[in-house]
């Protein structure tokens, strides 16, 4: 180092080019490496050394091969033609995560399934609830038809009953005798336990075939005191069946249900269940056995037309037929009952409404 660059350097002005030059090769002298001398073409008029980095990029200096002294190769031409981040370039740079992986055919397959598998359940699903809610308002419609079935059946029973009222007037409505303290004693005997309202009408001979020990049977009718009104029909009578010794053996009834005071009521609705037939027993002070086996008839089995091939039918008469054993040790021990709606000989429409002309029942005990 020269005394003028050391003065420069201790007044504190930049040393010149030379100046440079000399501290350089004072400090590679001092390293023991030997200095490389620069060509004069590499530098330009401001003595600065030009950058021939083929890029064109200036303001770096541009590595020679004679620069490397460990004998790495320069940057080659396409390294060099690579932009790097942050250059003008518009390069798109495509960032993946480094787990990155791409989802296999089949597992989209099995999910393209899975979704189809999962809509046919909702469709099927919407298409259960359309059903269900078809069945619940065909069911609500039956129930409804129910409703107004049976509201039109009490309509028709309580003016029906209205007008068996006016019909019977002051007709005395009369219940079934006893008909089992009857059983061993004397025609007398019951006619003093009957009352004044029954007479006997007539005794006279007679063979049973059901009842071979029969060999008289007395007539008892009842015959009220207060008479009904025109038209009104006031049945009610007794046939006693007799032994040698005049006791009785069996006995058979005929009565009017309306005198009875039994409601007025479609030959259906009287037959359909056993209801009538044990309260008729039990007036009758009987019950039927345990294991009596009610079948309800069918409108074929208890309907009689005036003329069953006519297009148009008229009901003649209505009647069902019950036989069982009795809940009884002595006599009585079987019954025979029997419903009638009569009609007349000329018969009526076959109408929900159809008005009977009698209601009959008839009780046999043995």
């Known amino acids: 180092m020269t005394n003028e660059t050391e003065n420069d350097l201790k007044g504190g002005q930049a ?32 003595g600065a050394v030009a950058q021939t980095s083929s890029t064109g990029q200036t303001g770096a200096a541009a590595q020679a091969d004679t620069a490397n002294p460990t004998g790495a190769v320069a940057q080659t031409e396409a390294d060099a033609a690579q932009p790097s981040s942050g250059t003008n370039g518009d390069i798109k740079q495509t960032n993946l995560p480094p787990h990155f992986e ?18 046919a359940i909702i469709i099927i699903l919407l298409c259960s609830l359309l059903v269900m809610a078809g069945i619940a308002g065909y069911v609500y419609l039956v129930q409804q038809q129910n409703i107004q079935a ?59 075939a059901d009842l071979p020990q029969a060999k008289q049977l007395s007539t008892v009718t009842y015959a009220p005191t207060e008479k009904g009104t025109v038209g009104t029909v006031q049945v009610q009578n007794i046939y006693l069946s007799l032994d040698d010794s005049g006791a009785i053996v069996g006995v058979y009834f005929v009565g009017s249900l309306d005198t009875l005071g039994y409601q007025m009521s479609s030959f259906a609705e009287l037959t359909n269940n056993r209801l009538t037939l044990d309260k008729v027993l039990s007036s009758a002070g009987l019950a039927a056995a345990a294991d009596f086996a009610y079948t309800a008839p069918t409108i074929e089995q208890y309907t009689q037309y005036v003329d069953p091939l006519a297009t148009t039918k008229k009901v003649k008469k209505e ?48």
Do not use: H, W
Request: aromatic share 6%.
């Open 319 to 366: 009647t069902a037929i019950f036989n069982g054993i009795l809940r009884s040790e002595t006599a009585p021990t079987s019954f025979s009952l029997t419903f009638t709606y009569d009609y007349g000989a000329s018969g009526v429409a076959d109408t929900p409404d159809k008005k009977p002309s009698q209601r009959m029942v008839y009780l046999r005990l043995i």
């Open 102 to 119: 791409p989802i296999p055919p089949e597992k989209l397959d099995r999910a393209k399934r899975t979704k189809r598998i999962l809509i």
């Open 150 to 208: 049976v509201e039109k059946t009490a309509l028709m029973m309580e003016t029906n009953a209205e007008r068996r009222v006016q019909d019977k007037g002051t007709a005395q409505e009369k219940e079934m005798p006893n008909l089992a303290q009857m059983f061993g004693i004397t025609t007398d005997v019951v006619m003093a336990q009957l009352g004044s309202e029954y007479a006997l009408v007539k005794t006279e001979a007679v063979e049973e």
């Open 15 to 46: 040393p010149t080019l030379d100046a440079a030059a000399d501290i350089f090769e004072a400090e590679v002298s001092a390293s023991g490496l030997t200095p490389v001398p620069i060509p004069d073409a590499a530098v330009d008029s401001t």
